[in-house]
DNA sequence: TCGGGCCCTGACGCAGGGTCAAGGTCAAGC
DNA sequence: GCTTGACCTTGACCCTGCGTCAGGGCCCGA
């Protein structure tokens, strides 16, 4: 008669496993000898070899616990479930690996390729690192919620910044963040901003973006990143106004 | 401001979820308001983004946790430890699913391969149900503590099968399982044990199986399984005994 | 003011054990 | 006979990534 250390080694196992066997019943406790010692006998070195090759196989315990007691056709049903959910995990593996994979380039972290051909462009033209970071949140952003709009909407976008007085206009109101609230330069950049304010993207039947929206998503998410800039929420108040009657502006949700 | 509600149904998240990245200092608790709910800006909103980006991807939290600090390329590092990761944890599911091919026949369960078809050869010649059975479990034992060696001895033992004398032998040993201890039909049996005593493999160079060792192992394993069975212990006595002349008996281990 | 739906904290649960902790046993050497 | 070291015992807390109560507070519409 073995003790559980015996048993263990005999098996490869630790000791705390075969016990966590007893605990979840799927051994039966062996018989203790005189000072309480548990004593294994061949028979139970038996069920243990057949809880570890299960368990090897990565059987989960409580399957085992059915498994034991089964029929042959219950346990090729089983072992047939089991060898399933290896595949849907196996799946899932692979899924992971190719989210990983999209992940590899620091730079291109969070957001769809579009955007990060958007970013680069953005990075290209001279806009500050500040408003590089202010645009690639709100793009993160905007993606949780319309992840499938999210690729068209920046390719719109950058498609804009092929306008070299476009450009010109972004860059400035990049420069008017640093602006006070009421700076006499708002008023021209006001009216530039609204030039571009009924541009129509190229795309047919894809929803336009406006000028006015990317400047207003841009604001309304430096806003909410603790760092306001007044500058930008008084342009966005004079574009309105010279907006309404470009098209009719909804209210902007949120 | 977003209470938390608003912020998992945004992201497609569960409350538990955030406030699980909160206790674990993923994510920074936000400013309360005056009844004590949690205010989450448009910047956390983008660091959760970030967090379940990361998370989908397989990343466990506590290396995400390293991750929302790092440099690119600490980043690009840590991404390719990852998929290390991933590429073993794939590497584990084939090995378990191999493993559990294995196991798709009820009847080959925890043994090798030439154990099953020695079984099955010794179904064939009609051994009880009740001594396949201990047959089966000693080999499960062998099997734990010899992988190795344990094909060749069952492939040796199946070929001792193409004796006629060894089977009529083996079913003799068999039904000795019932006799007493005193049965004056051991002797003959044990002459007839003897008689294959010396028996040598066919393989060269490969350790030889006596057949009063697969005698003495199997009845050793039934002694250990709680149920002894008195005339085989008898009959190893009287093969001992005739047994020196052949080869010298090493100890019996345990 | 009441009900239903938010929010809060705290705690337990899961699989499969690892890792102490505090104490009893056993065999060997002195 | 005493000590030492290697076993054994039970019990309890630790890990992951949250789910799921439990017991309470807050808010809003009727």
Same mark, same amino acid.
């Given at each position: 008669?073995?003790?559980?250390?015996?048993?263990?080694?005999?098996?490869?196992?630790?000791?705390?496993? /075969?016990?966590?066997?007893?605990?979840?019943?799927?051994?039966?406790?062996?018989?203790?000898?005189?000072?309480?010692?548990?004593?294994?006998?061949?028979?139970?070195?038996?069920?243990?070899?057949?809880?570890?090759?299960?368990?090897?196989?990565?059987?989960?315990?409580?399957?085992?616990?059915?498994?034991?007691?089964?029929?042959?056709?219950?346990?090729?049903?089983?072992?047939?479930?089991?060898?399933?959910?290896?595949?849907?995990?196996?799946?899932?593996?692979?899924?992971?690996?190719?989210?990983?994979?999209?992940?590899?380039?620091?730079?291109?972290?969070?957001?769809?390729?579009?955007?990060?051909?958007?970013?680069?462009?953005?990075?290209? /033209?001279?806009?500050?690192?500040?408003?590089?970071?202010?645009?690639?949140?709100?793009?993160?952003?905007?993606?949780?919620?319309?992840?499938?709009?999210?690729?068209?909407?920046?390719?719109?976008?950058?498609?804009?910044?092929?306008?070299?007085?476009?450009?010109?206009?972004?860059?400035?109101?990049?420069?008017?963040?640093?602006?006070?609230?009421?700076?006499?330069?708002?008023?021209?950049?006001?009216?530039?901003?609204?030039?571009?304010?009924?541009?129509?993207?190229?795309?047919?039947?894809?929803?336009? /973006?406006?000028?006015?929206?990317?400047?207003?998503?841009?604001?309304?998410?430096?806003?909410?990143?603790?760092?306001?800039?007044?500058?930008?929420?008084?342009? /966005?108040?004079?574009?309105?106004?010279?907006?309404?009657?470009?098209?009719?502006?909804?209210?902007?949700?949120?």
């Amino acid at each position: 008669m073995l003790t559980i250390g015996q048993v263990a080694e005999y098996l490869g196992v630790t000791v705390r496993a /075969i016990r966590h066997y007893h605990q979840r019943g799927l051994l039966p406790e062996p018989e203790r000898d005189a000072s309480g010692y548990r004593r294994y006998g061949a028979d139970m070195v038996v069920q243990l070899v057949r809880i570890r090759t299960l368990s090897d196989a990565g059987v989960p315990l409580a399957r085992i616990e059915e498994l034991m007691g089964a029929s042959p056709a219950e346990f090729a049903a089983s072992v047939a479930a089991i060898d399933a959910d290896l595949k849907d995990q196996m799946a899932e593996l692979r899924r992971r690996r190719r989210a990983i994979a999209e992940l590899s380039s620091g730079d291109r972290l969070f957001v769809p390729d579009e955007v990060v051909v958007l970013l680069e462009r953005l990075a290209e /033209i001279g806009l500050s690192a500040e408003a590089m970071r202010t645009e690639r949140d709100s793009w993160i952003l905007l993606a949780a919620q319309h992840p499938d709009q999210v690729p068209g909407w920046a390719e719109q976008k950058r498609k804009l910044f092929e306008n070299p007085a476009f450009q010109r206009m972004y860059l400035t109101a990049d420069e008017a963040a640093a602006w006070d609230r009421d700076d006499p330069r708002l008023e021209a950049l006001a009216d530039e901003v609204n030039a571009f304010g009924g541009l129509q993207s190229p795309d047919e039947g894809a929803e336009p /973006i406006l000028a006015l929206d990317a400047l207003v998503a841009v604001t309304l998410m430096a806003a909410q990143t603790g760092r306001p800039v007044p500058a930008w929420e008084r342009l /966005i108040e004079l574009c309105k106004s010279r907006a309404t009657d470009v098209r009719a502006r909804p209210e902007q949700p949120r």
